[in-house]
T-cell receptor, first 112, second 114 residues
Framework: DGGITQSPKYLFRKEGQNVTLSCEQN?????MYWYRQDPGQGLRLIYY???????QKGDIAEGYSVSREKKESFPLTVTSAQKNPTAFYLC???????????FGPGTRLTVT | QQQVKQSPQSLIVQKGGISIINCAYE??????FPWYQQFPGKGPALLIA?????SEKKEGRFTISFNKSAKQFSLHIMDSQPGDSATYFC?????????????FGQGTELSVKP
């Protein structure tokens, strides 16, 4: 089965802790993206990567970090510097930039 | 210049009716316009997409109408079913823009009544 997996589905953390969200794809896609979704809003881009070992900031990158050491994997770390980390986080991938983007099932992060 | 405006915010349609959701964009350089369907607690699923070289695309009960001069595009769901009840997002992108990032509308919550 080809697709995008995100884990865990739900994540709870205390304020001040860093947390890493996993995203893996077996679609052989070059480009990967992280979006954040808040209630009643559209998705906003956090980071994107077009190729291994390269990534770029999106519109709301402050307080987040990523790595792209393997083509299949694009983990997102939510750091303690992110002021409002509670949200639904979605990972997506596309064959190349500007192509169709397919989303994973999402991780709901709650920070208290 | 980067915004995509979507309307209405919510929509109630009777089973068998036509659901219509509209989007408007500002940047004429956008070259890809997808629609996503999202159920509660799930990731968005790509429904249908269009590029500016055609004015209409149909896939089953779903049709995108595209008006390049007006910078508008819309989703029509024919013969709407209760199973279509979900949130729908339009989006726009250009390969030149931040790796082809999608700029999303605010979403439309569709409810199809039996």
């Amino acid at each position: 089965d080809g697709g995008i997996t995100q884990s865990p589905k739900y994540l709870f953390r205390k304020e001040g802790q860093n947390v890493t969200l996993s995203c893996e794809q077996n679609l052989n896609h070059d480009a990967m993206y992280w979006y954040r979704q808040d209630p009643g809003q559209g998705l906003r881009l956090i980071y994107y990567s077009q190729i291994v070992n390269d990534f770029q900031k999106g519109d709301i990158a402050e307080g987040y970090s990523v790595s792209r050491e393997k083509k299949e994997s694009f983990p997102l770390t939510v750091t303690s510097a992110q002021k409002n980390p509670t949200a639904f986080y979605l990972c997506a991938s596309s064959r190349d930039r500007g192509g169709e983007q397919y989303f994973g099932p999402g991780t709901r992060l709650t920070v208290t | 210049q980067q915004q995509v405006k979507q309307s209405p915010q919510s929509l109630i349609v009777q089973k068998g009716g036509i659901s219509i959701i509209n989007c408007a964009y500002e940047n004429t350089a956008f070259d890809y316009f997808p629609w996503y369907q999202q159920f509660p607690g799930k990731g968005p699923a790509l429904l249908i997409a269009i590029r500016p070289d055609v004015s209409e695309k149909k896939e089953g009960r779903f049709t995108i109408s595209f008006n390049k001069s007006a910078k508008q595009f819309s989703l029509h769901i024919m013969d709407s079913q209760p199973g279509d009840s979900a949130t729908y997002f339009c989006a726009a992108s250009g390969f030149w823009n931040q790796g082809g990032k999608l700029i999303f509308g605010q979403g439309t919550e569709l409810s199809v009544k039996p």
